[in-house]
């Protein structure tokens, strides 16, 4: 199971440079474990870059995988994880989702990138890892 950042949908949904690097974590819906804050991070960007129409064609598609919405026990993980990392809020409840559900988090965001169980793919990389 893999977790992947909103970095790696929008990549995806906007035939960003890393879309093809992603691809293969986003088209495995089956395997894919969605934090509700990418939900939000998505639709956000969409609607206000390529409107709403696109936006909610991509929240669709998301939905199909499992989506895990924030309790009590994920906010104070991703509690933890912000004070230890020193990372924005988002970026918390993305790796505290990805850590309590034993995922893979897959990311382009260099916040992210030195945390454990993270694939980073790097813009700068020809050929992605």
């Known amino acids: 199971m893999v977790v992947v950042d909103s970095c790696g949908w929008l990549e995806w949904f906007t035939d960003g440079a890393l879309s093809d690097a992603y691809r293969p974590y986003l088209e495995d ?16 960007f969409l609607k206000r870059e390529a409107g709403e129409e696109k936006a909610f064609l991509a929240i669709g598609y998301i939905k199909n995988a499992r989506i895990v919405p924030l309790d009590d026990t994920l906010a104070l993980k991703a509690a933890d994880i912000a004070l230890e990392h020193r990372i924005a809020m988002a970026d918390a409840m993305v790796a505290a989702t990805a850590d309590m559900h034993d995922c893979i988090l897959i990311t382009s965001d260099a916040d992210l990138k030195n945390l454990p169980n993270v694939k980073f793919l790097s813009k700068n990389d020809e050929n992605p890892k």
């Not at 509700?36 to 998505?42: F, G």
């Open 29 to 44: 819906i089956d395997n894919l474990i969605v934090p509700s804050i990418v939900l939000y991070e998505v639709y956000k």
